[in-house]
């Protein structure tokens, strides 16, 4: 027990499975599957999987300049107007612009100290309720946000693709009847609860 408390933090982040999402008959957009797996204390869950789109990143970044103003925060890979959703090249270089935007922050002590940067990773809160969660303007707190999106979400998307693909797609419509059985998150997490014994923050 004594060696486990001087196990190193650490927070992997990965930004993966870009899918186009229609918005209406003319408009479509990208989003992005952000996976967490981390030890830290800062984290309420120690694995999560949300998915977030290009101006939800925007937005977070504001967020987080106008909170931590002597902070530098990292830049998002640019918005340009060649943009194709539909060219996988395009695609991966965003997406590994978000992956490292998102590893650099999360080594910032104080930007981690930010709720909003906490639901942004941890559950599938718009930008308006993230807001009037951390402002106070809601019933729940950003734990309960936390708490109640995991225990909406017992598996990470990608096993349950994988559980479809197993299948005929005779299912292949039924999105949110998972029973709850299985390897859940918590199996993940479960070794991860260490907490450093006397590490400056």
């Not at 890979?77 to 612009?97: A, C, E, L």
């Not at 950003?142 to 005779?170: C, M, Q, T, Y």
């Amino acid at each position: 027990l004594i060696s486990i408390m001087h196990l190193q933090e650490f927070v992997t982040v990965l930004v993966r499975d870009p899918r186009i999402q229609k918005e209406d008959s003319w408009h479509s957009y990208i989003d992005y599957e952000i996976f967490i797996h981390t030890n830290s204390i800062c984290f309420t869950r120690k694995t999560s999987c949300v998915r977030r789109r290009y101006r939800e990143f925007v937005w977070l970044r504001q967020r987080l300049q106008s909170n931590a103003v002597l902070i530098q925060l990292p830049e998002l890979p640019s918005k340009t107007p060649f943009f194709n959703m539909n060219n996988p090249n395009h695609v991966d270089h965003r997406r590994q612009g978000l992956q490292g935007f998102l590893e650099k922050i999360l080594q910032d002590a104080l930007l981690l100290s930010d709720s909003r940067l906490h639901l942004f990773l941890q559950t599938q809160l718009s930008p308006e309720d993230m807001e009037a969660c951390v402002s106070g303007q809601t019933k729940y707190s950003v734990a309960d946000a936390i708490h109640s999106f995991a225990s909406l979400n017992r598996r990470f998307p990608i096993e349950d693709e994988e559980r479809k693909k197993g299948k005929n797609d005779a299912d292949s419509d039924s999105e949110s009847s998972s029973s709850g059985l299985g390897p859940s998150d918590d199996s993940i997490s479960c070794g991860c609860k260490a907490s450093p014994a006397s590490e400056e923050s």
